[in-house]
């Protein structure tokens, strides 16, 4: 029974649950017929928006830096005791986050 558990042999499990349950899915969809509306994706019954919501990747790389800093600053001050040296890198640690959120 472990060689259910070898990802390869997992992967082909559950694609065939996926098939199996999407033939299904479609069995229960009702018959409309086809129109253009049909294959347009669904914006909520508005028009689009023309403009971008952010004109680039400046605000997203931001957030990225800051949640990376966070994360890893926090896994190295987990993984050690709580003296001098760790304080230090705490407030470093604390003026990059806070450089980050004034940008």
Do not use: C, W
């Amino acid at each position: 029974m472990e060689i259910l558990l070898a990802p390869p042999i997992a992967f082909l499990i559950y694609l065939v649950l996926v098939g199996i349950l999407s033939r299904f899915g479609k069995s229960l969809a009702p018959n409309a017929p086809d129109s253009p509306l049909k294959r347009s994706t669904y914006g909520s019954g508005e028009e689009a928006a023309q403009h971008l919501a952010a004109p680039g990747y400046k605000p997203f790389f931001r957030v990225a830096l800051f949640f990376a800093v966070l994360h890893l600053g926090v896994l190295v001050l987990g993984s050690g005791s709580l003296t001098g040296i760790e304080g230090v890198y705490l407030a470093g640690l604390g003026a990059a986050l806070l450089a980050l959120i004034l940008g």
